[in-house]
């Protein structure tokens, strides 16, 4: 990709501005894994994350757009957040829509992540307040939920693991680490359940 790896993506993002239009390729390709990682970290009950993938490649596409670098943020930053948008709007949008499986999800994005999302996405700092407790009460209630074995093909899965990469990992069969994520689900979705106001 002559020489693009060498740069910036600030640096990039100006030439691409400038008319060099393969550099959105190469940005795209470059982050994909970064949407992915996005994507499981929103965890649909029932669901899949195929679907959430399309939609973060699409938030994605939106950064390589409109990204200023005069705006003294970096482009990482920016594509997280625009990913992390594009993501909450389609669950919004199937929410309002009433479809499943996208009507149901816990997100399970990192402490730090889910807060700020919440910030900017919320005008009321008391239904900020709550939220942050809630998913916090959340996230507790599933680790104890889940069995230590549980906990651990939770934590490579939201890494990105597959199956039987999982499976490799802890020394069990696929099957085993499938099961245990149908467990997984199942749990979550009574966790959640028991909190609901």
């Given at each position: 990709?002559?020489?693009?790896?060498?740069?910036?993506?600030?640096?990039?993002?100006?030439?691409?501005?400038?008319?060099?239009?393969?550099?959105?390729?190469?940005?795209?390709?470059?982050?994909?894994?970064?949407?992915?990682?996005?994507?499981?970290?929103?965890?649909?009950?029932?669901?899949?994350?195929?679907?959430?993938?399309?939609?973060?490649?699409?938030?994605?596409?939106?950064?390589?757009?409109?990204?200023?670098?005069?705006?003294?943020?970096?482009?990482?930053?920016?594509?997280?957040?625009?990913?992390?948008?594009?993501?909450?709007?389609?669950?919004?949008?199937?929410?309002?829509?009433?479809?499943?499986?996208?009507?149901?999800?816990?997100?399970?994005?990192?402490?730090?992540?889910?807060?700020?999302?919440?910030?900017?996405?919320?005008?009321?700092?008391?239904?900020?307040?709550?939220?942050?407790?809630?998913?916090?009460?959340?996230?507790?209630?599933?680790?104890?939920?889940?069995?230590?074995?549980?906990?651990?093909?939770?934590?490579y899965y939201m890494q990105g693991y597959g199956y039987v990469k999982i499976a490799k990992l802890l020394g069990k069969n696929p099957k085993s680490i499938d099961n245990a994520?149908?467990?997984?689900?199942?749990?979550?979705?009574?966790?959640?359940?028991?909190?609901?106001?």
């Open positions: 990709m002559s020489g693009y790896d060498q740069c910036s993506d600030e640096e990039l993002i100006v030439r691409l501005q400038k008319g060099e239009k393969e550099i959105s390729d190469y940005l795209m390709e470059k982050y994909k894994e970064f949407v992915r990682k996005k994507a499981r970290a929103v965890y649909l009950i029932g669901g899949e994350t195929d679907d959430l993938i399309q939609e973060g490649m699409i938030g994605l596409f939106k950064a390589v757009q409109d990204y200023r670098p005069e705006k003294e943020t970096s482009f990482r930053t920016f594509a997280g957040l625009c990913i992390d948008r594009q993501l909450y709007s389609a669950i919004q949008s199937s929410n309002r829509q009433k479809h499943l499986p996208l009507n149901s999800y816990v997100s399970l994005s990192q402490a730090g992540e889910a807060e700020d999302l919440e910030g900017r996405w919320s005008e009321n700092p008391e239904a900020v307040v709550i939220d942050q407790e809630r998913t916090r009460i959340l996230k507790e209630e599933i680790q104890k939920a889940l069995s230590p074995m549980e906990n651990k093909v939770l934590t994520l149908q467990r997984i689900r199942g749990k979550i979705r009574a966790c959640k359940e028991k909190i609901q106001p």
